[in-house]
Structure formats: structure tokens, C-alpha cells
């Protein structure tokens, strides 16, 4: 596609249940990232996926969270029993390349409340 | 490691004022820098980025910012604010670490505009 797209924009759910959340990456790009974004801070780094490996997960806060990406394609970052905690932004991000300054692409974000 | 600082969270100005927004980085490679802004509701959008080519950036909208080694900074600056210039502005630095480019975010400033 044209740009990076996350689904859903918008998710509410009722704690203790699971949610998962979709990155279609930009067509071509090798390199997708995983961000959480609070209310008043900077996006945080979640994962990284070069192809299909899942090359650094060192930001997942715990082992309630996991994310894919079987093809090297879309991705999906799943949230298992979400807490109050939880709510926040997830951005998805790709490039062309995973070692080069080129640019990151971000998707809209996928605001996640847990009720 | 690698990390962002971003001074001032809030910055308010003028109309038609100078707009500086500042950013210093530490890393322990050389980095590339970048800018992104955040409309609200909206996603990330690039402004510029320093890929070691020349130290002066030029970016949409009128912002540019410089990278200076001595300081680790790379300030943000528009002379003339709009009114559309509120948004929240976000400085990343990314550099390689375990192969791919690791990209991390300061916190933020949100800029308001008087008229």
C-alpha cells in the first residue's frame, strides 16, 4: 500500500481480555518496528522485525506481550489479558532498509483502552 | 545506549516569532538524527532528518536544524511561527546496534502558537 495502515485505529476492550492489533507495512519494506506511545511522552520501542525474524523484542514490558510477522509482511502485536495499564498508542513503522538512515514510516497508531 | 533529551516540554510563542526547539543526543556511533511531528489525530510525520551529509537540514514547513557535534545537539527552528505550527514535535536518533538501526524517541515538546 501506499502507507503504512493499523487496525483497528481505535479498540476498546474490557480487562482481562485479549486484543490484537494489525501493521500493514509500506509494500517492500523489510524493516517493521513496534512503538507504545503514552499520553504526554515519546513513542517507546516495543520490537523489531527484519523479514520475518523477530530481531530485538527487549521492549516488550512482559511475556503478556508477543508479536509476528509469519511473511515478512504484516505484523500483529498481541496483548493477552490487558490491564488498565496497557492503554495507550501503538504505533507500527517500516523502511526500506534495516541498516541505512533511511526514514521510518509510521501508520496512524492503533489507541487501545482498556476499560 | 542511546538516548534523546528534549527541553521543555511546553514551548509557547508568537505569532510570526522565532521557533526553537531543542534537542540534545547521546550515542556511542555516529547517528542519524531526525525530527517528527504529530498533528492531533493525526500520526508521525517526518520534518527532517541528519544523515552525516551536510550539518545544516532543511525541512517542510519552513523547519531546519542543525547538527552540531561538539554540543550533541540538533535543535529545531523555524524564524517566522504559523498557526498551524501547533502540533507536538518528537527528535529520534537512530544508529546501528545489534545489526539494525535502533530508533528512540524523546518526549516530546508541545508547541503552542499565540496569536
Known amino acids: 500500500g501506499a502507507g503504512v495502515s493499523q487496525s483497528p485505529r481505535y479498540k476498546v476492550t474490557k480487562r482481562g481480555q485479549d486484543v490484537a492489533l494489525r501493521c500493514d507495512p509500506i509494500?517492500?519494506?523489510?524493516?517493521l518496528y513496534w512503538y507504545r506511545q503514552a499520553l504526554g511522552q515519546g513513542p517507546e520501542f516495543l520490537t523489531y522485525?527484519?523479514?520475518?525474524?523477530?530481531?530485538?523484542k527487549s521492549g516488550l514490558p512482559n511475556d503478556r506481550f508477543s508479536a509476528e510477522r509469519p511473511e515478512g509482511s504484516i505484523s500483529t502485536l498481541t496483548i493477552q489479558r490487558t490491564e488498565q495499564r496497557d492503554s495507550a498508542m501503538y504505533r507500527c513503522?517500516?523502511?526500506?532498509?534495516?541498516?541505512?538512515?533511511?526514514?521510518?514510516?509510521f501508520g496512524e497508531g492503533s489507541w487501545l483502552t482498556v476499560v | 545506549a542511546q538516548s534523546v533529551t528534549q527541553l521543555g516540554s511546553h514551548v509557547s510563542v508568537s505569532e510570526g516569532a522565532l521557533v526553537l526547539l531543542r534537542c540534545n543526543y547521546s550515542?556511542?556511533?555516529?547517528?542519524?538524527l531526525f525530527w517528527y511531528v504529530q498533528y492531533p489525530n493525526q500520526g508521525l510525520q517526518l520534518l527532517l532528518k541528519?544523515?552525516?551529509?551536510?550539518?545544516l537540514v532543511k525541512g517542510i514547513n519552513g523547519f531546519e536544524a542543525e547538527f552540531k557535534k561538539s554540543e550533541t545537539s540538533f535543535h529545531l527552528t523555524k524564524p517566522s511561527a504559523h498557526m498551524s505550527d501547533a502540533a507536538e514535535y518528537f527528535c529520534?536518533?537512530?544508529?546501528?546496534?545489534?545489526?539494525?538501526?535502533?530508533?528512540?524517541f524523546g518526549t516530546g515538546t508541545k508547541l503552542q502558537v499565540i496569536p
Open positions: 550515542s556511542s556511533v555516529p547517528p542519524y
Open positions: 529520534a536518533v537512530s544508529s546501528e546496534s545489534g545489526g539494525y538501526q535502533k530508533v528512540t
Open positions: 522485525f527484519n523479514y520475518e525474524a523477530q530481531q530485538d
Open positions: 513503522a517500516s523502511r526500506d532498509s534495516p541498516v541505512s538512515g533511511n526514514t521510518i514510516y
Open positions: 541528519y544523515t552525516s551529509a551536510a550539518t
Open positions: 509494500s517492500g519494506h523489510v524493516s
